[in-house]
Nanobody
Framework: VQLQASGGGLVQAGGSLRLSCAAS????????VAWFRRTPGKDREFVAT????????SYADSVKGRFTISRDNVKNMVYLQMNNLKPENTAVYYC????????????WGQGTLVTVSS
Protein backbone atom coordinates (compact mmCIF):
# COMPACT_ATOMS: atom_id res chain seq x y z
CA VAL A 1 0.00 0.00 0.00
CA GLN A 2 1.31 3.41 -0.96
CA LEU A 3 -0.18 6.70 0.22
CA GLN A 4 0.32 10.18 -1.17
CA ALA A 5 -0.88 13.18 0.81
CA SER A 6 -1.43 16.56 -0.77
CA GLY A 7 -3.36 19.77 -0.39
CA GLY A 8 -1.40 21.56 2.28
CA GLY A 9 -0.55 25.22 2.07
CA LEU A 10 -0.68 28.60 3.74
CA VAL A 11 -4.05 29.88 4.92
CA GLN A 12 -5.22 32.62 7.24
CA ALA A 13 -6.92 31.81 10.50
CA GLY A 14 -10.58 31.11 9.89
CA GLY A 15 -9.89 29.79 6.43
CA SER A 16 -10.27 26.33 4.96
CA LEU A 17 -8.17 23.69 3.27
CA ARG A 18 -8.91 20.25 1.92
CA LEU A 19 -6.24 17.61 2.21
CA SER A 20 -6.23 14.59 -0.07
CA CYS A 21 -4.76 11.16 0.43
CA ALA A 22 -4.36 8.97 -2.64
CA ALA A 23 -3.95 5.26 -2.05
CA SER A 24 -2.44 2.78 -4.47
CA UNK A 25 -1.31 -0.81 -4.43
CA UNK A 26 -3.29 -3.23 -2.28
CA UNK A 27 -6.07 -0.78 -1.67
CA UNK A 28 -8.61 -3.59 -1.41
CA UNK A 29 -6.90 -4.60 1.84
CA UNK A 30 -7.32 -1.24 3.54
CA UNK A 31 -9.93 -1.18 6.30
CA UNK A 32 -9.39 2.34 7.58
CA VAL A 33 -7.41 5.48 6.85
CA ALA A 34 -6.47 8.13 9.35
CA TRP A 35 -4.98 11.57 9.42
CA PHE A 36 -2.31 12.46 11.95
CA ARG A 37 -0.31 15.63 12.40
CA ARG A 38 3.00 16.57 13.90
CA THR A 39 4.40 19.88 14.99
CA PRO A 40 8.02 20.45 16.06
CA GLY A 41 8.60 19.47 19.65
CA LYS A 42 5.33 17.59 19.95
CA ASP A 43 4.33 13.98 19.59
CA ARG A 44 2.37 12.87 16.58
CA GLU A 45 -1.29 13.58 17.14
CA PHE A 46 -4.31 11.72 15.88
CA VAL A 47 -6.73 13.92 13.94
CA ALA A 48 -9.41 11.74 12.34
CA THR A 49 -10.06 8.31 10.93
CA UNK A 50 -12.57 6.78 8.57
CA UNK A 51 -13.66 3.21 7.98
CA UNK A 52 -13.42 2.34 4.33
CA UNK A 53 -16.53 0.18 4.14
CA UNK A 54 -18.98 2.24 6.20
CA UNK A 55 -17.60 5.71 5.67
CA UNK A 56 -18.01 6.41 9.37
CA UNK A 57 -15.48 8.85 10.73
CA SER A 58 -14.24 9.68 14.18
CA TYR A 59 -12.32 12.73 15.31
CA ALA A 60 -10.04 14.12 17.92
CA ASP A 61 -11.95 16.41 20.25
CA SER A 62 -9.85 19.36 19.15
CA VAL A 63 -11.15 19.19 15.58
CA LYS A 64 -14.73 18.01 16.02
CA GLY A 65 -17.17 20.28 14.28
CA ARG A 66 -14.45 21.88 12.14
CA PHE A 67 -12.85 18.98 10.28
CA THR A 68 -14.62 16.38 8.16
CA ILE A 69 -13.08 13.18 6.87
CA SER A 70 -14.53 11.47 3.82
CA ARG A 71 -13.59 8.82 1.32
CA ASP A 72 -14.16 7.91 -2.31
CA ASN A 73 -13.64 4.19 -2.69
CA VAL A 74 -13.86 4.32 -6.46
CA LYS A 75 -10.98 6.76 -6.67
CA ASN A 76 -9.15 5.30 -3.66
CA MET A 77 -9.07 8.72 -2.07
CA VAL A 78 -9.55 10.01 1.44
CA TYR A 79 -10.10 13.68 2.16
CA LEU A 80 -9.84 15.90 5.18
CA GLN A 81 -11.86 19.07 4.90
CA MET A 82 -10.57 21.55 7.44
CA ASN A 83 -12.67 24.60 8.22
CA ASN A 84 -12.22 27.48 10.63
CA LEU A 85 -8.52 26.77 10.84
CA LYS A 86 -6.55 28.07 13.79
CA PRO A 87 -2.84 28.86 14.10
CA GLU A 88 -2.44 25.88 16.43
CA ASN A 89 -3.52 23.63 13.55
CA THR A 90 -0.21 24.40 11.85
CA ALA A 91 1.53 21.07 11.35
CA VAL A 92 2.65 18.47 8.88
CA TYR A 93 -0.36 16.28 8.19
CA TYR A 94 0.09 12.62 7.36
CA CYS A 95 -2.38 10.05 6.13
CA UNK A 96 -1.98 6.47 7.23
CA UNK A 97 -3.71 3.18 6.54
CA UNK A 98 -4.16 -0.12 8.27
CA UNK A 99 -5.26 -3.47 6.98
CA UNK A 100 -7.17 -4.80 9.98
CA UNK A 101 -9.27 -2.97 12.58
CA UNK A 102 -6.92 -3.83 15.42
CA UNK A 103 -3.66 -3.30 13.59
CA UNK A 104 -1.38 -0.34 13.90
CA UNK A 105 -1.28 2.16 11.08
CA UNK A 106 1.63 0.65 9.20
CA UNK A 107 1.36 2.50 5.92
CA TRP A 108 2.15 6.20 5.80
CA GLY A 109 2.16 8.97 3.27
CA GLN A 110 4.93 11.55 3.08
CA GLY A 111 3.07 14.39 4.81
CA THR A 112 1.81 17.74 3.66
CA LEU A 113 2.49 21.02 5.46
CA VAL A 114 -0.39 23.16 6.65
CA THR A 115 0.47 26.62 7.88
CA VAL A 116 -2.21 28.79 9.46
CA SER A 117 -1.31 32.41 9.94
CA SER A 118 -2.91 34.61 12.58
Amino acid sequence: VQLQASGGGLVQAGGSLRLSCAASGRTFSIVSVAWFRRTPGKDREFVATITKSSGIGSYADSVKGRFTISRDNVKNMVYLQMNNLKPENTAVYYCAARLTPSAAYNYWGQGTLVTVSS
